[in-house]
T-cell receptor, first 117, second 109 residues
Framework: GAVVSQHPSWVICKSGTSVKIECRSLDFQATTMFWYRQFPKQSLMLMATSNEGSKATYEQGVEKDKFLINHASLTLSTLTVTSAHPEDSSFYIC?????????????FGPGTRLTVL | SQELEQSPQSLIVQEGKNLTINCTSSKTLYGLYWYKQKYGEGLIFLMMLQKGGEEKSHEKITAKLDEKKQQSSLHITASQPSHAGIYLCGASYGNALNFGKGTSLLVTP
């Protein structure tokens, strides 16, 4: 089956610093990847759609200058949380969209737990 | 507005009992995904349904999608402690998945 990895799996940083999270599709190419955020005891909320070779599309209420997304290749998307603050502490999950013929499936990474002190 | 409604919000069942979780969309679905999640961990893919009236089973878990492709149910037969976790339905309307709020399942001895 298709595999999506995330790195790091967890990170602790000081307030005001920037943190980069990587999402990789290991055995397929993904022109589209998605970034979700999940707060404790809540569901996943879509933050943005990452498109290879073009700008990301952000959901309403998500600051594009704070959450920088770069989809540099067909297997890698990065999310950078700039000037992180404690309220950015959350579980960040990416997914990669795999198109194979008539099949359109999303595969999720294992998530990255961000804690901002 | 929440396009995907999931119910119940939480569920406590005795081991061996059957249970059903429902997921209702306000729009016709392109695809419906069911995932299981342990708190703080990634999503475990269970099943995907795309065709109206489709039904899939894996071990003791069965998922159905209605003919109108707006409602799905996840049924667990003879629940076990290993079934405990958060169950999420995700709806595809052609792009990213929109998730329901999840159902927290606890299975008691």
């Amino acid at each position: 089956g298709a595999v999506v990895s995330q790195h790091p799996s967890w990170v602790i940083c000081k307030s005001g610093t920037s943190v980069k999270i990587e999402c990789r599709s290991l055995d397929f190419q993904a022109t589209t990847m998605f970034w979700y955020r999940q707060f404790p005891k809540q569901s996943l909320m879509l933050m943005a759609t990452s498109n290879e070779g073009s700008k990301a599309t952000y959901e309403q209420g998500v600051e594009k200058d704070k959450f920088l997304i770069n989809h540099a290749s067909l297997t890698l998307s990065t999310l950078t949380v700039t000037s992180a603050h404690p309220e950015d502490s959350s579980f960040y999950i990416c997914s990669a969209r795999r198109l194979a013929g008539a099949s359109d499936t999303q595969y999720f990474g294992p998530g990255t737990r961000l804690t901002v002190l | 507005s929440q396009e995907l409604e999931q119910s119940p919000q939480s569920l406590i069942v005795q081991e061996g009992k059957n249970l059903t979780i429902n997921c209702t969309s306000s729009k016709t679905l392109y695809g419906l995904y069911w995932y299981k999640q342990k708190y703080g961990e990634g999503l475990i893919f269970l099943m995907m349904l795309q065709k109206g009236g489709e039904e899939k089973s894996h071990e003791k878990i069965t998922a159905k999608l209605d003919e109108k492709k707006q409602q799905s149910s996840l049924h667990i037969t003879a629940s076990q402690p290993s079934h405990a976790g958060i169950y999420l339905c995700g709806a595809s309307y052609g792009n990213a998945l929109n998730f329901g709020k999840g159902t927290s399942l606890l299975v008691t001895p």
